[in-house]
C-alpha cells in the first residue's frame, strides 16, 4: 500500500444498554449508555486525488451520494482543513442499515480519520470528534475509538475496560428510524441517572425497547425467539437485538438454532476499535 490509497475498517457499535434521562429544550435526549465496538463492519477504500474532485463510487440503495455520511463527513474535512485535494471512495457494506449498530456514524469516522491521513491534514482526534458530532450523537465515539460511557447526547464519553465477550447479533428485517423513536409520545424519558459501579452490579435495560416492540411486532418476535437462547437486548433505537456468550462456539452453536431467513452475525466486543488498531498498524 502506497501513501495515496488508504483500506480501513468501519466497525459495529452496540449499546450495552441505553438509558433516557431527560429531554433538551432542541428536543434532543440526554442519554447514558455504553458503546462498546464488534470486530465486524464495513471497509472502505480511499484514493487521493490530487485535483478537488470527492467521488463515493458505490451507491448505497435509498441514500442520494450527496447525502451519504462518508461524502458529508469528507465535505466537513475539506472545509475545515482547507485542503485542496480529493478522493475517490469505495465502500464494502455489510452492516444493517438503521439497525442501532451505528453503521453510517462509523463510515463517517472513518472517512474523518482515513482522510485527515490521507490529506495529511493533521487534525487531532478531538477536532475531527468536534467535526463528527455535527454529523451524528455517535461519531464521536467512533472517532476516539475507545469503549466509553456516555452521557449528554451521547458525545461525553468516559473510556472504560470492559469484558470483551462474543455477541451473536441478530438483525430483524427492518429499518427503524432513530428519530421517530425519540419522538414516539410513549418513550419513558425520566430514568434516574446510574453510575458505571451500578451497572457493573445491576446491569441496565434499553428504555427505547417497549416502543420498539410496540411499533414493530417483528421486533417483538426475534427478541422473544433469542430469549429462548440467550438474555437478548437491543442497541440504540433497534432494530439489531444481541446476547453475550463467553466464546465464539456458544455463540456459533445458538446461531445455527436460528431460521435460516433472520440475518445474523457472530462477533468479538473489542474495547479498541477495529479502526485505531488497523491506523496504529500503518504507524
Ligand atoms: C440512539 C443512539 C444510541 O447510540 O443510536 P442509534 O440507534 O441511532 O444507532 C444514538 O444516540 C443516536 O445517534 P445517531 O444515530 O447518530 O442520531 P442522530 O443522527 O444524531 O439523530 C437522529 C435523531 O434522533 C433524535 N435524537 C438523537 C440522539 C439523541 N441523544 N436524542 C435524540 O432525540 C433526534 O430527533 C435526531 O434528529
Ligand atoms: N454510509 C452510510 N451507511 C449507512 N447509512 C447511511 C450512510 N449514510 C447515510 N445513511 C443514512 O443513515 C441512516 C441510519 O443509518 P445507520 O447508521 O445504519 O443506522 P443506525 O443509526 O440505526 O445505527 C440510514 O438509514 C441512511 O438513510
Known sequence: MNSTTLSLPAPAKLNLFLHITGRRANGYHELQT???FLDYGDTLHFNRRDDDQLQLLTDLPGVDAEDNLIMRAARLL???????L???IRLEKVLPMGGGIGGGSSDAATTLLGLNQLWQTGLSLEQLAELGIRLGADVPVFVHGKAAW????GEQLTPVELDEPWFLVVAPDCHVSTAEIFSDQRLTRDTSP???AAFREHGGRNDCLPVVTTRYPEIRNTLILLNKYCEAKMTGTGSCLFGAFPNECEADKVRARLPATLRSFVARGCNVSPLHRALQKQA
Do not use: C, M
Open 86 to 88: 480529493g478522493a475517490d
Open 34 to 36: 455504553l458503546f462498546q
Open 194 to 196: 446510574i453510575t458505571l
Open 78 to 84: 475539506r472545509e475545515a482543513s482547507g485542503s485542496q
Open 150 to 153: 456516555a452521557e449528554g447526547v
